[in-house]
Antibody, heavy 121, light 107 residues
Framework: QVQLVQSGAEVKEPGASVKISCKAS????????IHWVRQAPGQGLDWMGI????????TYAQTLQGRVTMTRDTSTSTVYMELVSLGYEDMAVYYC??????????????WGQGTLVTVSS | AIQMTQSPSSLSASVGDRVTITCRAS??????LGWYQQKPGKAPKLLIL???SLQSGVPSRFSGSGSGTDFTLTISSLQPEDFATYYC?????????FGQGTKVEIK
């Protein structure tokens, strides 16, 4: 069955960087875009950006522009999300999610289990 | 960015009740909208895409409607496992944006 498996929880100091992985299995990796969504404690969902695993093209949320980088490794079917210059506002659970399209609508049918990033001095 | 305004932010209901949640977009988004259910500590689960198309495996008590700027998620007869937080998501244009969520609690 389709799975997205994320790397484990991270604890970082303010100003540091974090890089989270999302390994896909049981489907053709290059056929589906991967998005990143985060959720601060007790808060709603926040879309961060998208990567096309086939060509590596990306689109990021403007609020994160310059701080976030999404990459992929097609040899291991893994997508990475790196966030630099961490602040307390970046403390959240980070999810990768696969999007699929039916007609003109594209939504997330599979999600990773989430990775908690704690920012603490 | 397109703003998605969900209402209500929370509601209390009983098992068997009919529940309606609305989502309004700040500009027309055709029917490029999905609905998700999230339970504590879990990733969201897709219920509806294309505003009204039921995702495979989702019970038929869930339905969606709307187009343009106004959308509705309806649960026809609330079940114990439906107590959760629900989000809408527009995929019309980047950045994709979520509604702020509606928490459905037990009355």
């Amino acid at each position: 069955q389709v799975q997205l498996v994320q790397s484990g929880a991270e604890v970082k100091e303010p100003g540091a960087s974090v890089k989270i992985s999302c390994k896909a299995s049981a489907y053709t990796f290059t056929n589906y875009d991967i998005h990143w969504v985060r959720q601060a404690p007790g808060q709603g969902l926040d879309w961060m950006g998208i990567i096309n695993p086939s060509v590596g093209s990306t689109t990021y949320a403007q609020t994160l522009q310059g701080r976030v980088t999404m990459t992929r490794d097609t040899s291991t079917s893994t997508v990475y999300m790196e966030l630099v210059s961490l602040g307390y506002e970046d403390m959240a659970v980070y999810y990768c999610a696969r999007s699929f399209c039916r007609s003109t609508s594209c939504q997330f049918d599979y999600w990773g289990q989430g990775t908690l990033v704690t920012v603490s001095s | 960015a397109i703003q998605m305004t969900q209402s209500p932010s929370s509601l209390s209901a009983s098992v068997g009740d009919r529940v309606t949640i609305t989502c309004r977009a700040s500009q027309a988004i055709r029917n490029d909208l999905g609905w998700y259910q999230q339970k504590p500590g879990k990733a969201p689960k897709l219920l509806i895409l294309g505003a009204s198309s039921l995702q495979s495996g989702v019970p038929s008590r869930f339905s969606g409607s709307g187009s343009g700027t106004d959308f509705t998620l309806t649960i026809s007869s609330l079940q114990p496992e439906d107590f959760a937080t629900y989000y809408c998501l527009q995929d019309y244009t980047y950045p994709w944006t979520f509604g702020q969520g509606t928490k459905v609690e037990i009355k």
